[in-house]
Each structure stands twice: as structure tokens, then as C-alpha cells.
């Protein structure tokens, strides 16, 4: 039985064109039909820098419900993925992977996870280095640079076009409406409590320009979007501070929806947990309308410390990243982690063993077409 996820009105629409063939009206036209196919899940793993742990790539396979460890390595002769892996993306036939401390976008075919080409921001002559988060848009992938920048890469050569200078360690992105959101986090500041880490840039995609700061909460991280507009995740200072999940408006004003410490989005709902550095993990994910903003949550066996919550696009199954928990009770960076997949309705379905510090989840998605 093939478990991959295929769209429900795809399946739908090839039911009713499958009695139908171009060859009884020659005159007409072919309709070409799209459908969106999920294969996999790919999760990124930082390791521990300060442990000298290197980052891995765990791939999850649907149709076998199996999970391959240190993936990328395995595709290329043992090649290491990295010092700190931070985000990844699939676009197209290729899998796009931030990797921060080693200053590395990594390019990969997205089913041999071969090696396509290393780029490596801030070499050449467009500034901006220490990639993190990737968002992409009509052929191109937005990435924010923690030293102050957000670049463009055009994904048929594969080469850094430009960049645009925003605020301070600029964080999550995301796309919404034709411009850019991304979080200027001032993480690095730390000492000085995040002072300047309180806006989120919007830039212009048509000028790729800088057309605003948005003032939101404090240690903007995560931003998201769903077809009804924009959101951050301000992770305040991580005592009195609480982290704070905020509807960015139209107007540039925020409204705070909830306490809330990781996010994502589809077009049709944002999903997020709440899980507070002393809070003691989760035992519940919520998700928030983006035409109503009703919000359900679903109850789940607690999560000590979760690291990422992701949702598969087609089927809206939901998956969250965890730490595995140590003898002190805390969080252990130095043991691998594990992942846990539950259906639309919040019903557990699998658990699989992912590599060490969860990060970052991709969707291994395919868009297969039908000519008619």
C-alpha cells in the first residue's frame, strides 16, 4: 500500500477525468492538471557546536514509515553536513539547506540527496553571511544572514543575485502578498537584553527593498503566513519576558493572540505550541483559522522539550521535533532526538528517532502533473 499523501480534490479530479481522453476531440485543447504529492519529511539536526557534534540530516520515508539517519552523509561518501545546520527547504527537484556556523547553503537533489553545489554567502561581491531561515517565492529563495541581510538566490543558477541590508541578526521569514517579512532578532545582543531586536522588515519584492520596520515584541524569531496575513513569534528574554505570538496588520500595528514559543503555517492555518524555557513541555498543539481565527487544540501525550512543529501541506497531518530529556530532568544536547507524527484530527501515529537538536522540518513534496 503506497502511504504518500496526495491532495483529496486531486484525487477528486483524477477520478473524473480518468474516463476522459484527448484523442475523442482532437480540436480540443489538453487540460494539464496539477497534483501535489508528499513522499517524505526531511529533518535537520544542529548537533552541538560547543560539543564539536557536527549537524545531520534524518530523512523520513511515508510508504516504508522508516527513518534514515545522517542522510546527506550516507548520499555523499560520508561528506559532513555541517556546523550547525539551521533551516531547509524543498523547491523544486532540489533541497536547499542553511548551514550557519560553516557559512554554507547547501544545494541537493532532493531524491538521491546528491550534492549539487555549495554556495557560500558573502565570498563574492553581494554582502551577507551566517545564513539561517529560507523562504521561497517564484523561482527565487529569500534567506536571511545573521550579520544584517536578507539575499536572493536564483534557483536555476543557483547564484546569490543581491541582498538588502534590514536590522540586527535578522531571523525567521517568511512571503506574504508580494513582500518579505523578516525578524530582526538582535540575538547576538544578549548582554544588553535584545534592546534593538524589536522590529520585523518588510521588503519589496519587485525593488528588493527595505520599504519599513515594523515595531513588534522583543526577540522577534519565527515569522509565518497564511493567506490571511503575517505572524511572529517574540521570544521576550526568556525569564519576566514571556514569548508572545503576534498578528502583524495591515497597518503595521501587531495584536497579541497568545503565549506561544513555535509556529507554522499553511495557507489555510497557523499551528503553534507553547512550551516556556522553565514551563515543563506540552501536552497540547493549537490551530488558528486563517479565515475565522477559531482556534482548536488538539490534547497529546506530553512533550518534555519540543524543538519544531511542522505540518504537511497536503494532508495537514502535524509533526513536532523533540529533545531527548536527561537524567537532570533538562533537555539533553548531546543525546539524538526523536519526532512524532500525528494526524489532522491530533491522533498519534508514529514515532521515529531523528538525529541530535531537531531544528528544521521539510516536507519532501512533489508536484506530479495530468494531461487530459
Known sequence: MNNRFLTLGAIALLSATAFTS?????????????????????????????????????????????ATQKAFAAANSGMVLGDTPQDAIVYGSKLY?????????????????????????????VPGSKPRYITAHEGKLYISMYDGYVAKLDTVSLNIESSVKVGPNPDGIAVFNNRIYVANSDGLNYLAGYANGKTVSEIDIATFSELRKIPVGLNPGQVAATSAGVYVICRGDYTSIPSTLQAINADGSTTDICTATLMCATESALY???????????????????DTGATVSYSIDKISAPAAIGVEPVSGNIFITAYTMGNSGYADYNAPGFMNHYDENGNFVARYDVGLSPCAIAFNNTVVYNVH
Not at 97 to 119: A, F, P
Request: one cysteine or more; a negative charge.
Open 97 to 125: 539547506i542553511s548551514v550557519y556556523d560553516s557559512n554554507i547553503i547547501r544545494v541537493v537533489d532532493r531524491k538521491t540527496l546528491s550534492l549539487i553545489k555549495d554556495i557560500q554567502p558573502g565570498s563574492g561581491s
Open 22 to 66: 484527448c484523442d475523442d476531440n482532437p480540436d480540443i485543447e489538453p487540460v494539464i492538471d496539477t497534483v501535489e504529492v508528499s513522499d517524505g519529511v526531511f529533518v535537520v539536526n544542529q548537533g552541538n557546536y560547543y560539543s564539536n557534534i557536527a549537524g545531520t540530516l534524518t530523512y523520513v520515508d511515508f510508504d516504508s514509515k522508516t
Open 272 to 290: 503553534y505550541i507553547d512550551s516556556p524555557v522553565d514551563g515543563g513541555g506540552i501536552t497540547a498543539f493549537s490551530r488558528r483559522a486563517a
